[in-house]
């Protein structure tokens, strides 16, 4: 069986078969979170083919209950706090930047869910989404941080007495061949936005075949259009409003998530510097000297989890910026030209760095990211 691109759907649609608990995570500190992450490491490097999907990694993660973690307890999660959600998402990333990433797009669309009034829709959507039986992604990036130098909104949406009609596209949607809902983002002729959950089976949703990218091909990130499409009123999420994206919470731009993302990919790094320095004296210092950065940067995020900041998200996410470009390339410098290996994961975690230069990001932390490597103080 092949989905609409032409693709093995089995393989595909693993996540969706009903799955058994196997042990459910319970804290960030738990052991399971620790296995859990074990087999997603192992997993990590065969991530580099171009047909890659994250789809045995996601079953994985279902079955220890992480899908649970970013719930109320009222709708049948585990109701992290903002910190655990961050120690796990920090875990998560060490072991598998893909497989996190695509978590964080999926969550983004049940947070918005989950912060919304609609209520029967969260009675619809939020079980299966907490069994991993269906997956959802977000396709908001058009409302924040792309094609806003463009005159006409990439997506237009138009009410009517019963829904909305979407009609253009989403050019960056995570995920999108294995979506079965993709909470999606548009503007209405009078300059207001809307955003409601856009079920893919509909007619005339187009999901183009996702493009190889640099790094998270297995991502599976592409493109979805959305021609005159009708959505009943049932999935409106928000709006119309003048900003729908500060309304509820999830999928943020800006937030302290991506830093947590990219200090997480930091640290596999820096620990590869720090083991090669057990055998050659002249990496300890460097070892040492990222650490110490990655440490102060830990203590900036769980602040900002907390609640109680000692800087900006937008500085923080600046400074995990550098380190994990600085931490990457450190961890190619040392292993030398074993490093330059497409097998050794040092490459892979050059190219997966630069991804925060472009993911999510709000235009200061662009322009202090371009400063920087301009030598610009
Ligand atoms: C791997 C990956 C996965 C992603 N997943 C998702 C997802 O699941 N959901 C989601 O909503 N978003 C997602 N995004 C989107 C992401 O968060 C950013 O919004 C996106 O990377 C911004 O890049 P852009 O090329 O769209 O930006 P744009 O600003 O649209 O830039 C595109 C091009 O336009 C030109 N341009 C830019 N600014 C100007 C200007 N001022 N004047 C003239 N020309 C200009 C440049 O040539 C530039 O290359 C993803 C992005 C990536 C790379």
């Not at 999907?53 to 585990?78: H, I, T």
């Not at 909305?164 to 209405?188: E, L, N, Q, Y």
């Not at 102060?296 to 900041?309: C, K, S, V, W, Y």
Request: charged letters at 15%; a negative charge.
């Amino acid at each position: 069986m092949h989905d609409r691109i032409g693709r093995n759907v089995n393989f595909f649609h693993l996540m969706k078969k009903t799955l058994n608990t196997l042990t459910i995570v319970n804290s960030p500190d738990d052991s399971a979170l620790d296995e859990l992450c074990d087999r997603l490491r192992e997993k990590s490097s065969s991530l580099d083919q171009s047909d890659a999907w994250v789809g045995e990694q996601l079953s994985l993660c279902a079955q220890y209950g992480v899908f649970r973690w970013f719930v109320p307890q009222s709708l049948g999660g585990l109701g992290w706090t903002s910190s655990e959600v961050t120690a796990g998402y920090l875990k998560l990333a060490q072991a598998c930047l893909t497989t996190t990433f695509v978590i964080t797009q999926r969550t983004g669309a049940c947070s918005r869910i989950v912060s919304s009034d609609n209520h029967e829709l969260q009675k619809t959507l939020i079980p299966p989404l907490l069994d991993g039986s269906i997956f959802a992604t977000v396709g908001i990036s058009h409302l924040t941080t792309s094609r806003q130098h463009l005159q006409k909104p990439a997506m237009m949406v138009t009410p009517t007495d019963n829904g909305f009609i979407f009609d253009g596209f989403s050019p960056w949607v995570t995920g999108s061949p294995a979506a079965d809902f993709i909470v999606m983002g548009g503007v209405t002729d009078s300059d207001e936005q809307i955003m409601a959950v856009v079920p893919t089976e509909l007619e005339n949703v187009i999901v183009s075949r996702p493009p190889e990218l640099v790094a998270l091909t297995a991502s599976q990130t592409g493109q979805v259009s959305c021609q005159n499409v009708f959505v009943d009123q049932k999935y409106l999420i928000a709006g119309p409003l003048p900003n729908v994206m500060s309304s509820g919470v999830g999928a943020n731009t800006g937030g302290h998530q991506t830093s947590t993302l990219a200090l997480g990919l930091a640290k596999s790094a820096i620990d590869y510097v720090i083991q090669q320095a057990q055998s050659r004296d002249d990496l300890n210092k460097i070892g040492g000297e990222l650490l110490s950065q990655w440490e102060t940067l830990i203590d900036h995020l769980m602040a900002i989890a907390r609640g109680q900041p000692l800087c900006s998200n937008e500085e923080l996410r600046t400074s995990a910026n550098s380190l994990v470009l600085r931490a990457t390339q450190a961890s190619m410098s040392a292993a030398k030209g074993a490093g330059y290996l497409a097998t050794h994961p040092a490459g892979r975690w050059c190219r997966e760095a630069l991804f925060f230069l472009v993911w999510s990001c709000p235009r200061s932390v662009v322009d202090a990211n371009l400063c920087e490597l301009a030598g610009i103080q």
